[in-house]
């Protein structure tokens, strides 16, 4: 997981807020099981994006 999934988040709200959704407090959820960036949001500083990882999950 990282920037690349987070890009592809904001494309798909991109396309819902262009069909009339209201999309303003959205926060985008990234969720894995491996292979995670240490800060996938990084890359957008002015996002509200939640990273869940197994850790997180399972503790």
Known sequence: ???????????????LADRGYDTADTALLCHAGANVEP??????????????TLEDLYG
Do not use: D, Q, W, Y
């Not at 990282?2 to 709200?13: I, K, P």
């Not at 996938?40 to 869940?52: W, Y």
């Open 1 to 15: 997981m990282g920037a690349s999934h987070v890009e592809r988040l904001r494309r798909a709200r991109e396309l």
């Open 39 to 52: 800060n996938p949001a990084g890359s957008f500083p002015r996002e509200r994006v939640i990273t869940v």
